[in-house]
């Protein structure tokens, strides 16, 4: 594989991967366009050097070919504000047929194409060879800057890279980054390591928390899932989330963690409800002793400050899924003073890591993402990652 920063795109069409699968509302506005200036630093390269970009995206989830709600015609303004008057930017109604083979043909030096959404063939997802290879052969050289479907062994993120040659084929600025934080995480030496697991479900987060018990110093286990850690050790969580199915297996974590020297934080207290909605009553409560009829929604006073000393100990940071019921105010404390934790830890020299969808959406809530290391575009990918799985796009490259 290439170095996409030391490689000089000049006269080269480059057929760049990127993750435009933004929200619309139903006027077809973009709600939020962070994924798609997370792409420009690529583009901006590439069209500096006097090379020419040709975009593919998927978008939506079209059932069986073209739907204009799914049509990535809707984002071409919004691009071409994002990227500014001075470049030309293109549409192609297709992504293999005539009208992109010819528009890719005729691709000036400084110009940009984007191709119509890749979903509308069923080849895209099932990694189909052919439609790889007609893919292609619209660029002379490969960029796979969207890290949030590498975990995905689709046509356009990892069974295309095989048409191009080692040189000829490299990580975007977008996917360096990514890779380069989560590799900085997974094998840091800057120690204490703390990672921050949060969220609904620990049936999510089992490889996760497994595969960090390898290198992390300190685990906290915060949210939902904290509850069915309570229940395993004989602890009363009234009506709070729990998996009963999961119960040996939060045992058999801590034993693990026991064995390997990871100390994992539990919540001493939590904010409790007496039900779950906005309005409800509001208590606090010892976590593995919480009255019937109610349930956890947040981590307490005592476990926010516990989790905040923690914080400002750790050199390195890893945060996925929030603390409690995040999206309603009375249950918002504990994620926000643990985010504001993590960035006054980053101000004072850790590294963090903000990876996993809804902890990202919390630290966006907060205003605070600018005030870490790192924020993943990556959802499901950075989780695949963590739980430290190969990703079909990351090794289609390196490979
Ligand atoms: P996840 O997608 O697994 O990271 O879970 C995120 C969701 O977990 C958010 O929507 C939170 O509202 C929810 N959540 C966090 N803590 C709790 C809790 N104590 N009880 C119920 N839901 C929670």
């Excluded at 890290?147 to 689709?154: D, L, S, V």
């Excluded at 390591?193 to 906290?220: H, Q, Y």
């Excluded at 926010?304 to 899924?321: A, D, E, H, R, V």
Aim: proline share 3%; charged share 25%.
């Amino acid at each position: 594989m290439s170095k996409f920063s030391d490689y000089n795109f000049k006269d080269q069409k480059a057929l760049v991967r990127v993750d435009f699968n933004v929200p619309l509302d139903d006027k077809f506005n973009i709600t939020d366009d962070n994924r798609m200036k997370a792409s420009l630093p690529s583009i901006q390269k590439i069209v500096k050097d006097g090379g020419s970009v040709i975009l593919m995206s998927h978008f939506g989830r079209p059932k069986s070919g073209p739907e204009d709600k799914y049509s990535l015609k809707h984002l071409v303004n919004h691009l071409k504000k994002l990227v500014g008057s001075g470049i030309k930017i293109s549409f192609a109604n297709d992504s293999i047929g005539d009208d992109a083979v010819n528009k890719a043909k005729d691709l000036q030096p400084g110009e940009v194409l984007l191709l119509e959404n890749l979903r509308f063939y069923k080849e895209e997802e099932k990694g189909d060879e052919g439609f790889a290879e007609k893919l292609s052969k619209l660029g002379d050289v490969y960029v796979n800057d969207a890290f949030g479907t590498a975990h995905r062994a689709h046509a356009s993120t990892a069974v295309i890279a095989k048409f191009f040659s080692d040189d000829k084929k490299m990580f975007g600025l977008l996917m360096e980054k990514e890779v380069q934080s989560a590799e900085k995480v997974l094998h840091s030496n800057q120690k204490p390591f703390l990672a921050i697991i949060g969220g609904a479900k620990v049936s999510d987060k089992i490889l996760i928390i497994e595969n960090l018990l390898d290198n992390a110093t300190d685990i906290i286990i915060g949210g939902a899932m904290a509850y069915t850690f309570f229940k395993a050790q004989g602890g009363k969580i009234g009506n709070s989330l729990c998996e009963d199915d999961r119960l040996n297996t939060a045992t058999e974590l801590l034993e693990k963690a026991k064995q390997k020297n990871v100390c994992i934080h539990l919540p001493s207290d939590s904010i409790i409800a007496d039900k779950f909605d906005a309005n409800a009553e509001v208590s606090g409560s010892l976590s593995n002793n919480i009255p019937d009829g109610w349930m956890g929604l947040d981590i307490g006073k005592i476990a926010t400050q516990t989790f905040c000393k923690i914080i400002s100990k750790s050199k390195t940071i890893l945060w996925n899924g929030p603390m409690g019921v995040f999206e309603m105010e009375k249950f918002q404390h504990g994620t926000k003073v643990i985010a504001q934790a993590v960035a006054d830890a980053t101000a004072n020299g850790a590294f963090s890591l903000i990876g996993g969808g809804d902890s990202v959406a919390a630290v966006n809530k907060f205003n605070l993402a600018e005030k870490v290391s790192f924020v993943s575009t990556g959802g499901g990918a950075m989780l695949e990652y963590f739980e430290g799985q190969v990703l079909p796009g990351i090794k289609a490259i390196q490979s």
